[in-house]
C-alpha cells in the first residue's frame, strides 16, 4: 500500500510539482492539497494522511501554528516543514510544535522523497545545515546563568517560558490572562534585559545553550 501524504502550501504552482513529484513514485500518493492552514485544518484529518508537508509562511494562520492544532488530532501523522526559512526562531517553533522534519524549500526531489521515506521510517529529516545548527545547540557545553537572566522578574520567566515552548504571543496573552500589548511589553523587557534581538537568542540565553 502506497504511503498517504498530505501537501499544506498556497503557492500552486509548488503544491501541483510536489503532488507530481509524490504521486509519480510507487511509495507515496498524494491524498490532498491544501492553500491554507484553515483549509487544511477543517479537512485534513479525514484524509489520515501518514506525513504532512507543510509549508510556514500562510495566508492567514502560519504553518507553525497549523501543526500545533493538527498534532493532537493526527497522532500518528509525521509533519514535515517545506519551507524558505532557515532561521533558528523558524527552526526552533516548528519543532516546539510537533514538527518532525524540516526541509528548505530548495532541496531537490530525490532528497525530498528520500526525506519522506526517512521521516516515515521514524527518522528526522533535515536539510544539512539546519541540522548542524540543531547538533550544535547540544554540543555546547553548559555555562552558568548570565547576570541578566537572573535580572527577569517571575512574570518575565514565566513569558520566556512559554516562548520557549513555541507559543504565539496571542496564546501566552490567553494562557496568562493579559492583554496582547503586555506580551509584547513583557517580550521587549526580555530582549532589553537579556541584550538579544529574537526570540531564539532569548530562549538560548535563559537556557544556557549557545545562540542557534
Known sequence: ???????????????????????????????????????????????????????????????????????????????????????????????????TGY???RTPRGELLQALREVHAGGSPMTSNIARKVVQSFQHPAHPPSPEAEGLSPREREVLNFLARGYLYKEIAEALGISLPTVNTYVRRIYEKLHVRSRSQAVARYSHLPDL
Not at 10 to 39: K, M, Y
Not at 70 to 86: D, G, M
Open 1 to 99: 500500500m502506497r504511503i498517504p501524504v498530505s501537501i499544506v502550501e498556497d503557492d500552486t504552482p509548488s503544491r501541483q510539482i510536489l503532488a507530481g513529484w509524490i504521486n509519480r513514485t510507487t511509495e507515496f500518493v498524494c491524498v490532498g492539497e491544501h492553500s491554507s492552514a484553515e483549509g487544511a485544518i477543517a479537512k485534513l484529518p479525514p484524509e489520515a494522511p501518514h506525513v504532512v508537508l507543510m509549508d510556514i509562511n500562510l495566508p492567514s494562520m502560519s504553518g507553525i501554528e497549523c501543526i500545533r492544532r493538527l498534532k493532537p488530532v493526527l497522532i500518528k501523522a509525521q509533519f514535515v516543514v517545506l519551507t524558505v526559512y532557515e532561521d533558528a526562531d523558524h527552526i526552533f517553533e516548528a519543532l516546539a510544535a510537533g514538527a
Open 103 to 105: 526541509l528548505l524549500k
